[in-house]
């Protein structure tokens, strides 16, 4: 059960305790934590019998998942720059209404965004124009509102976040997750009004009509064809190879091709790597931590677990959480996609979206200015949910 008392929990337990209050060392805690869950799991725990190669053939399942969540994560950050170079963001101000109106529909356009991109892509897109629109001056709230307006975005599309795509693969149909956009319309209301009024007060935008913008096409053509490559192999994949899409890093691959392809045409900033790589590690090591704790099951499949998950994301990784689930079978899959998927935006970490806003914006990483600035995400979370289980009814699958 999870938090049923094992060791290995309260190992978890006090790693995450750690990055929250001390969250300039998020890294070496989370490390720690995986090198500690990973020695006790070999000498004491569930892979005491099989040893070291038990715990090879561990990570030999979970490499694609890990190498892939590594390659996106810098990937999409060099993605971002080269948006942010377009000098796109500082056309938008004279396009957004300069009220607070303008951070609504820039959350918007992350939501719509994330329907058919990664929502790390489109978190990170997201944050590239709020740097431009606010002049960097973005508060810690809307750092949020744009994580979760991406996992909100992504939660009723199989494209949009890999724990949809991962129900996919194992055969849920796509029908079967689109009413998540329930949830997740109500949800969006609830949190990206406050969070809009919430930044208008801290920074509004800036519009300087009188500055000539010269847009650079051919970065504009380097975003677009990355982006393309991306979409077009989570397709292609997906229908051709389903079977094979979770034994390879496919999106990873086709987006640093993407990338390598596009290098002679307009050069990356390749000096972002290093810190992008930080909140790389930092979010592959809590996956795989999260990979080795004995999760066994699930409570049994109702509404009310299902509930609980979504808050239960927001520090434990949502993947392992989806692969039991599927395992498990019984649930209502439109409430599991927007659960696993809305409820990690509560912290930074958890979600993949929040630790990429994190690499960009350093100030996101403090789980204290994230939750007193974000008090909005988890009444929105439960009212989507409510909204969903009083207009749509729970009709659990097989």
């Known amino acids: 059960m999870i938090l049923g008392g094992q060791v290995e929990f309260w190992i978890f337990g006090v790693m995450l305790a750690g990055i929250a209050l001390a969250h300039r060392h998020a890294l070496a805690f989370a490390l720690l934590g995986l090198l500690t869950v990973a020695a006790y799991s070999l000498v004491f725990g569930r892979l005491h019998d099989a040893g070291p190669a038990g715990l090879a053939s561990h990570f030999a399942r979970e490499w694609s998942v890990l190498v892939n969540l590594f390659m996106l994560l810098l990937g999409f950050a060099l993605l971002a720059d080269h948006f942010e170079q377009t000098h796109v963001p500082r056309v938008l101000p004279r396009i957004l209404p300069d009220d607070w109106k303008g951070g609504l529909v820039l959350l918007a356009l992350v939501f719509v965004l994330s329907a058919f991109l990664d929502n790390i892509a489109a978190a990170l897109i997201g944050g590239s124009v709020a740097a431009a629109v606010f002049r960097r001056r973005v508060h810690v709230g809307f750092l949020a509102a744009i994580v979760a307006a991406a996992n909100a975005g992504g939660a ?12 996919w693969i194992k055969g849920v149909s796509a029908t079967d997750v689109l009413l998540a956009y329930v949830a997740a319309a109500v949800a969006f209301v609830c949190f990206a009004i406050p969070a809009a009024l919430q930044q208008q007060r801290f920074a509004p935008i800036v519009r300087d ?28 994949v997906n229908f051709h190879w389903p079977g094979q899409a979770g034994n390879y890093p496919f999106l990873g691959v086709a987006v640093w091709i993407a990338i390598a392809l596009t290098a002679p045409l307009r050069r990356p900033r390749w000096t972002l790597l290093p810190e992008a790589a930080r909140g790389a590690v930092f979010l592959v ?3 795989a931590c999260a990979s080795l704790l004995p999760v066994e099951t699930l409570p049994a499949a109702s509404w009310h677990t299902v509930l609980g998950l979504g808050f239960v994301s927001a520090v434990f990784d949502n993947l392992p959480l989806t692969k039991l689930a599927l395992e498990q079978g019984g649930y209502d899959w439109d409430y599991l996609a927007y659960a696993v998927g809305f409820g990690g935006s509560m912290l930074w970490f958890g979600s993949s979206a929040g630790v990429a806003i994190s690499t960009e914006f350093p100030e996101a990483r403090s789980v204290s200015a994230w939750l007193r600035s974000s008090w909005y995400l988890p009444l929105a979370y439960l009212a989507g949910f409510l909204a969903l289980l009083a207009m749509v009814g729970w009709h659990p699958h097989g």
């Open 209 to 236: 009509v009188r500055a000539q913008v010269s847009l650079d096409w051919g970065r504009i053509g380097c975003v677009v064809f990355i982006l393309a490559a991306a979409v077009a192999t989570n397709l292609l």
């Open 285 to 287: 090591a809590l996956v």
């Open 156 to 167: 009723g599309s199989v494209l949009g976040d890999t724990t949809t795509t991962m129900m």
